[in-house]
Nanobody, 120 residues
């Protein structure tokens, strides 16, 4: 079973920075993509950033220029560097992974979520 463990959320003041991490473990053959989504109460989960195995990235317009997604392929870990944080970035952030397992199955896996609160 492929599992994701997230870390790095917390409380930060507006204009501050946080770095989220998400480590994948289990019967991983090849990762297709890794990404971050976020959700606030009463709203749908939305894509924040994603990166493919080839290194192509995609960002939500609201975070372009402020957030950077990156990976450590050797560690099956994805990071989200968040700078110039705004109160509207407050949300639960979820890691998402598209992966081929050693049993030749394709799975989309979600992390448990980590809360980011931007407030003075």
């Amino acid at each position: 079973q492929v599992q994701l463990v997230e870390s790095g959320g917390g409380l930060v003041q507006p204009g501050g920075s946080l770095r989220l991490s998400c480590a994948a473990s289990g019967p991983i053959l090849r990762i297709n993509y890794m990404g971050w989504f976020r959700q606030t109460p009463g709203k749908e989960r939305e894509l924040v950033a994603a990166i493919t195995s080839g290194g192509s990235t995609n960002y939500a317009d609201s975070v372009k220029g402020r957030f950077t997604i990156s990976t450590d392929n050797a560690e099956n870990t994805v990071y989200l560097q968040m700078n110039s944080l705004k109160p509207e970035d407050t949300a639960s952030y979820y890691c998402n992974l598209g992966v081929f397992t050693t049993q030749i199955r394709y799975l989309q896996v979600w992390g448990q979520g980590t809360l980011v609160t931007v407030s003075s």
